[in-house]
C-alpha cells in the first residue's frame, strides 16, 4: 500500500467531521506526532502519526511553496 504524501502546511480532508462540522485540517506540526487546526473552528489537536494517516482522506490544498527573493 503506498504512503500518503503530505507536508506541513497542507489542508487535509479527514475521514470523519470535527465536532464544529467541518473535516478540513491544516497541518501546523509534524514529528513522531502530528499537530492539525481545524480550518473551521481554529481548535488544535495532536495525534500520533500512525492514527493521522489512517483517518487522512487526501489533501485539499497543498501548502503555498515559497517565493524566491
Known amino acids: 500500500m503506498e ?7 497542507d489542508i487535509v480532508q479527514m475521514k470523519k ?10 497541518i501546523i506540526r ?8 481545524c480550518v473551521g473552528c481554529k481548535h488544535s489537536v495532536l495525534i500520533p502519526r500512525a492514527k ?13 511553496p515559497a517565493e524566491p527573493e
Open 52 to 64: 493521522f494517516e489512517k483517518n487522512m482522506k487526501k489533501v485539499i490544498r497543498p501548502a503555498a
Open 3 to 9: 504512503r500518503k504524501s503530505f507536508q506541513l502546511g
Open 30 to 37: 509534524m514529528g513522531m506526532d502530528i499537530r492539525i487546526k
Open 17 to 26: 467531521n470535527h465536532p464544529c462540522g467541518s473535516n478540513e485540517m491544516e
